[in-house]
């Protein structure tokens, strides 16, 4: 007899461990699939056993993340970690989440899902980007969160807040920066400077971004309105070519942490067949939802920056409210107080929501990022170039799931979550159509790969 | 394998100090424990983890979250394995040479 679930929640970061929290205290049977060894997401990541040094460099908000892992081992609901989520599909009593754990796929079955599976960072297909020595700036935070490892010298390229936190931890941590290159446009600070009344709702935010910003300025060589970045090398990174104000440079480097903010992972949503829509201000792709995350398919509902990208707080209140709309559907009357709360959490969603408005428009990536030309490798799995992809898209292909079928791009092992955006962009631009129009890349299971001797011998829970 | 352009940190002190035996393309090993195979590659300074099947390029991990797949590693003889995703363990044995399509 197979066990159903209530609540099945892809994903043990803020909004996840809120979400099970909550739903698994008000009786609902609830089973939490995260991918990773240990629950927190990529924010909180180690939390549980990070050492003195490793909090000192990351700073308090990443302490933040304790009392809620505290509280999420505590919660009565079933945990799996190291479980990877391959595919989601309709059941006669909700839906079937097939999960690899420790090499045997395993199918759950829950009435209703909560993804919360979290965001990515926006993929910065900048010249040479596919050379040993070249990794992301939250790939430079999870080694430092994971595993205490920080490079001896690095150059931090591209923009946004995370750069800016991981220069001012890698300065603590005693790490050369050899050069910020900040790739923010210009035109970014006028369009953000209406929606500093939006970054003042938080006082306190506001001015950590604004230290952290003023502060690298000053200890670091950083350069500014940076473009053209090329990373040059024999086999690995050796150095990175960039025009800054007109100058042309040469930084010799062994490595190089691209960041240009994060996006959604929609994949799990997709496959459900639950509606996108792309947002211009954050220049993403988003899961559309109505109140307390609900998606366009009944029993899904995304929470957290896997729905529109927010950050941590927002991602625990968003998981919170998911949760408690999920328990007032099992029929339970709830009490006043709660009602009064449900409310509350939900304004202050919006509020938050709001006052991100500032970090959205002042952290836009520049446009020349998105649309990459010549031999810069757009699909670096199957080595498509943009040239390649502009050709194409310029002799007249639908769209992006064409465009797929006639390069090879996106059909390789990352299955287009590091290429999607721009083939998108790519085609926008070569033929004249806003990105709204231009469709995402299609999304088939499996979601990450299994082998045919592990779908042979998936069982039931 | 050249010198690791990662260290780390100073003054860490972890509660599960241990170290592991790994075996790296057939090469002894001692490692910290709780790292994933692709950071224990980059600790180890084996700073490229695959060669890309169609143009031969050396490539290694970009995104250390899973999304990349571009550390993928043979790992106790399981091919095309993100090295992010997985955590090293007592005798693991790890392949960074190409032996299937990825």
Known sequence: MTQIYDYLVVGAGPAGMAAAIEASHAGLKVLVLDQAAAAGGQIFRNVGHSCAAQEQVLGPDYGLGKPLLQAFMAAPCDYRPLAQVWNIEPHAQGFTVAALIDGLSINFVASDLLIANGAMERPMAVSGWEKPGVMTAGAGQILLKASALVPKQVVLAGSGPLLLLLAHQYRAAGVTITALLDTTPRSNYWRAIPWLIAGLSMPKQLLKGVWLSLVQRIRVPYFTNVADIKIVGHIGAEAVRFTAAGKDYEVPTQLVLLHQGIVAQTQMAQTLACELSWNPVKQCWQIQTTGAGQTSVPGVQVAGDAGAIGGAQLAQLEGRLAAMARIERTGTRSSWAKKMLYQALALRICQLHWARGLVDRLYQPAPWLSTPTGTTLVCRCEQVSAAQITDIAQSGCAGVNQLKAFSRAGMGPCQGRQCGLNLGYLVAQAQGRPMAQVQPLSVRPPLSPINLGQLAQSSDL | ?102
Do not use: W
């Open chain 2, 1 to 102: 394998m050249t010198a690791s352009a990662f260290s780390r940190l100073h003054q860490h002190q972890t509660s599960k100090p241990d170290t592991c035996r790994i075996l790296l393309n057939g090469i002894e090993h001692q490692v910290p424990v709780a790292m994933s195979v692709a950071a224990a590659l980059l600790y180890l300074g084996q700073h490229v983890t695959r060669t890309h099947p169609v143009s031969r390029q050396p490539r290694a991990g970009l995104c250390h979250m899973g999304v990349c797949f571009e550390c993928l590693v043979t790992i106790n003889g399981q091919q095309n394995q993100r090295g992010c995703m997985r955590p090293v363990s007592s005798n693991m044995s790890i392949i960074t040479t190409p032996q299937g399509l990825s």
